[in-house]
C-alpha cells in the first residue's frame, strides 16, 4: 500500500518532551511502522506541505494527518486536493489534534470542537465494535498510561461507525475511533497520540493504525466527480 | 416559527415556465405555505441574499433554500454565516437544485453531485421510513406529473435518516429525502421542485414541506462552539 | 399520552435496599411522575403482567419496562404482543436490566449481554447527542451517585442514534442511552436505574424519562403488518 | 472460505420454471458459482435442514440462505442455532423470499413484510453506495429482465448500509442490498432471485453473491456471549 504521511513537526516538537517521545518526529514513528509493515510511505511536514501535488496523492491509497498549531498554514489549495483525492478513493485518517485540520472539518462539515485538559492522565481505550476490521486483534481495550483529555460533546457527524469510546480517569468518556464514508473515500478519526507522550510506539496503539490504515484503502478509484446529463431516458416513456 | 427563506430567484425565473408555474416567485410559494401555517416568514433572493446578517439567522428557527444557476453569486461569508448558524441550532432545509448550494456542500463534506435529465417525466415519491416526522399524513407515496430527473449516484454522507426514495418513468432511482444533523442542526434536502412545474403547490409536497421544517426547528440553541480547556479534572486521580 | 408501565417487583424488591429506595416499587416512582406530568398511567407487575392484553396496548402510546429476575416468568404470547404493538407503532422504554427482557432482546435480534459489577461506584452520564429530543433540558453531564456498573462490550445492533455514555468510576464505559426505530415503533433503552439506589427520582433521571417517553410516542399507527400482493402495476409495461 | 448453503427446494422447484431455470436447483446454482471460486460448500435442502448441527455451523463461514413457502418447515431449535453462530460471527446472507425467513426476522427484530407482484416485470439494480465492498466491480447499475416486484415499504431495521435501490418497471422501488452487523457477525439481505427465472446465472449477480460473502466473512468468532461479572473494579475508587 502507498502511503503520505504529513506531520506538522512544528519547533516544539523538535525539543523537550516531544523530542524525548519521537526522536526521529511522529512522522519517523509512523514511517517505520507502516514500512516494517511493507507498506510505501512518503513524508510532508509544515515544511513541505505547501508542496503537496496532486500526483503525490493519485499515487496514495491512504493519506494520514496529524497536525495540532499550524493548521491555519495548510493552504486552501492543499486542502481542497487532499479532499478532492478522499471524495475520489484515497483514504484518510485524522489522528489526535488533527480533530481541527482544515482537511478534517471540510470533510465533517461540523465544527469539530471538544472538550481538552492537558494533565496526562490514564485513558482506557474501550472496543464497542469487536468485529470491525479497525479492532482486529485488539482486547477489549488498551491503557493509555498518560495522555492528553479529549471530552465530550465532540462536534461531529454521528459516525458511520463508532469503533472506540475513550474513558478519562479525570472524568470524561471520548469518542475515540469513528468510521464515516465520504465519496469514494473512507475517513478515520483516532483520538490518542497526544505528542509529549510516546504513544504511537505501543504495540496496540499500531495495531490500530494498521488496520485502519487497512480498512481505508480504496476499493475503487473515480476519476472524476460532476454532474451528467443523461439525455436519453432508459426505458421508453 | 421564523423562517427564512433563500430563492435565487435569477432572470429566467420572471418569465416562461417559471413565471408560469410560480406568478410570485418559488419564495412566493413557499412564503404563502409557510405564512398560512402562521409562521413567520422572511425572504431573500439572489438580490439581497448577501445582506443577510447574523441577526437575521439568530432570530431564525429554519432556513429555506433554493438556489440553482447562481451557487457562486453567494459569498463565502454568508455561506460561513449559514452554516454557523446551523451547528448552532438552526434548521436548514435544502431544495431540490440546492444540492449543489455551498451552504449544504459545505454541511456534507462530498461533492454532492448526481444524474440528471429534463424532459418532464413522472415521478413516483415513496416513503420508506413511514413512521417518520416528515411522512406525517402522507400516503405510501406521491406522485409529481412532471419533474426533473435525479438519479444516483448522489454524492453524499449515508443519510443518518432517509424518508423518500424517487422512481423515475425513465428508469432511475434517487435519494429524495435526507435528513442529517450537524452540530445542534438539523439539514434536510429533498429532492423535487424543478422550477418549471408548480410542484410546491401540490398538496402532498406543501405537506412535507411543513412537516420538515417542524422537523428541523431547534430543541435547543447554542451560544458559541468552542475547545475550552478544563484545568480541573471532575475526579480526584 | 397514555403509558403502560410494567415492573417486575419481585419478593427481593419489597424489602431492605429496594424497599428504601422505592416505598412504593419502581412503578409506583414512574406512575407518580408520569401522573404529574399529565400522562394517563396503568401499571402491571409479575403478578399479572401475563394479564395484559391486546387491548391495554391498543389503547397505550408508550411502554415503560423494568425487569430483571423473572424475565423468564413473562409468557411468550405476551412477548410477541408487546413486540407486535411495537412495530404497529407503541413506544417501548426499556430500563437498565430489562437490556435481557425478552422483549427488548426479540426486537434487538442481538443477545443484548454485557458486563456488570455491583460496588455501588459512580456513573457520570454524558450527553453525545446535545440536539436530541430525549436530552432536551439536560446539561452536559448528570451524576448517579451509586449505579451498578454495566460495560461495554454491550451487544446490541448499532443504535439509530445514541444518546447518553456512561462513565464509570471503575474504569467502563457504556453506550448508556440508545435509539432504535422497529416498524412503526421507537425503542429506547436507558441504562441508569439500578433497583437498590433511588435513581428514579433523580430531577435529570426523571427528565430523561419524560423527554423519552415524548420522542417514543406514536407518530402514526398501523392496522397491521403484512404482504400484500399487488396484481395490477402503477404503470403501463 | 467454507460455505453453508440452504436451499428450501421444495416440490414447485423440481418441475416446471424453475425446473427450467435451475436444472440442479437454486443451492446446484450457488454450489457451482463457490467452488469455481474456491470455496468449500456444504448444502442443506428442506429435506435436512432440521439436521443441521452446531459443528456444521462452527465450522462455517457464510451461511446463504434461500426459502420461501417452507419457512415453517424449519424448527425453532435450528432457528436458534443459525442466529447464534451469525451473533458468535457467522455470516449470514438471505436471498428473496428469505426476508421471511426465521433467522432473518429473529435477527432483524421487525415483521419483514413487504408488497410484491408477479409479472416478471424489469428490474434495474441501482448502487447507491459505490465504495461498498460488495458492489465491487460492478457498473452503476444492472439489469434483471424478469424478476419477481418486490416494493416498499420494506419493513425492516434501518440498515448499517445501503448498497442497492432496485427500480421496477411497475412503478415501485425497493432497498434491495442492506447491511447489518448483529453480535460479532454480518447480514446482507439481497432481493434479486425469484426461483422461476435463472438470476442467479446473470454474472453481475454472481459478482454480488462473491463479494457478500467475501464481506460476511467474520474476522473473529467468539465462544460465548455472556454476562460476565467484574467483581473487582479496573481502578482503585
Same mark, same amino acid.
Request: net charge negative; with cysteine; hydrophobic share 35%.
Given at each position: 500500500?502507498?502511503?503520505?504521511?504529513?506531520?506538522?513537526? *512544528?519547533? #516544539?516538537?523538535?525539543?523537550?518532551? !516531544?523530542? $524525548?517521545?519521537?526522536? +526521529?518526529?511522529?512522522?519517523?514513528? @509512523?514511517?517505520?511502522?507502516?514500512?516494517? *509493515?511493507? #507498506?510505501?510511505?512518503?513524508?510532508? !511536514?509544515? $515544511?513541505?506541505?505547501? +508542496?503537496?501535488?496532486?500526483?503525490? @496523492?493519485?499515487?496514495?491509497?491512504?493519506?494520514?494527518?496529524?497536525?495540532?498549531?499550524?493548521?491555519?498554514?495548510?493552504?486552501?489549495?492543499?486542502?481542497?486536493?487532499?479532499?478532492?483525492?478522499?471524495?475520489?478513493?484515497?483514504?484518510?485518517?485524522?489522528?489526535?489534534?488533527?480533530?481541527?485540520?482544515?482537511?478534517?472539518?471540510?470533510?465533517?462539515?461540523?465544527?469539530?470542537?471538544?472538550?481538552?485538559?492537558?494533565?496526562?492522565?490514564?485513558?482506557?481505550?474501550?472496543?464497542?465494535?469487536?468485529?470491525?476490521?479497525?479492532?482486529?486483534?485488539?482486547?477489549?481495550?488498551?491503557?493509555?498510561?498518560?495522555?492528553?483529555?479529549?471530552?465530550?460533546?465532540?462536534?461531529?457527524?454521528?459516525?458511520?461507525?463508532?469503533?472506540?469510546?475513550?474513558?478519562?480517569?479525570?472524568?470524561?468518556?471520548?469518542?475515540?475511533?469513528?468510521?464515516?464514508?465520504?465519496?469514494?473515500?473512507?475517513?478515520?478519526?483516532?483520538?490518542?497520540?497526544?505528542?509529549?507522550?510516546?504513544?504511537?510506539?505501543?504495540?496496540?496503539?499500531?495495531?490500530?493504525?494498521?488496520?485502519?490504515?487497512?480498512?481505508?484503502?480504496?476499493?475503487?478509484?473515480?476519476?472524476?466527480?460532476?454532474?451528467?446529463?443523461?439525455?436519453?431516458?432508459?426505458?421508453?416513456?
Amino acid at each position: 500500500m502507498k502511503i503520505v504521511i504529513y506531520n506538522e513537526h *512544528n519547533e #516544539h516538537h523538535t525539543q523537550g518532551d !516531544t523530542l $524525548k517521545s519521537y526522536p +526521529n518526529g511522529i512522522h519517523g514513528a @509512523l514511517e517505520e511502522l507502516f514500512k516494517a *509493515n511493507n #507498506h510505501e510511505v512518503k513524508v510532508f !511536514t509544515h $515544511k513541505n506541505i505547501n +508542496n503537496l501535488t496532486k500526483e503525490d @496523492l493519485d499515487d496514495c491509497d491512504v493519506m494520514v494527518w496529524w497536525g495540532h498549531m499550524m493548521h491555519w498554514h495548510v493552504e486552501d489549495s492543499i486542502v481542497d486536493l487532499v479532499c478532492d483525492s478522499v471524495l475520489k478513493g484515497m483514504g484518510f485518517i485524522a489522528l489526535h489534534s488533527s480533530h481541527l485540520a482544515k482537511p478534517f472539518k471540510k470533510l465533517m462539515g461540523t465544527s469539530c470542537t471538544l472538550k481538552w485538559r492537558e494533565i496526562g492522565e490514564k485513558e482506557r481505550v474501550w472496543v464497542v465494535d469487536p468485529q470491525h476490521e479497525i479492532a482486529k486483534g485488539l482486547n477489549e481495550y488498551f491503557e493509555i498510561p498518560h495522555e492528553e483529555m479529549y471530552g465530550e460533546h465532540f462536534d461531529i457527524p454521528t459516525p458511520d461507525e463508532l469503533v472506540f469510546i475513550g474513558w478519562f480517569a479525570g472524568g470524561e468518556v471520548f469518542r475515540s475511533g469513528c468510521c464515516y464514508k465520504r465519496g469514494y473515500g473512507k475517513v478515520f478519526y483516532f483520538q490518542p497520540g497526544h505528542e509529549t507522550n510516546p504513544v504511537y510506539y505501543q504495540k496496540d496503539v499500531q495495531q490500530v493504525l494498521l488496520n485502519a490504515v487497512n480498512w481505508a484503502k480504496p476499493n475503487v478509484k473515480k476519476e472524476k466527480l460532476d454532474c451528467p446529463n443523461i439525455t436519453k431516458p432508459l426505458e421508453n416513456i
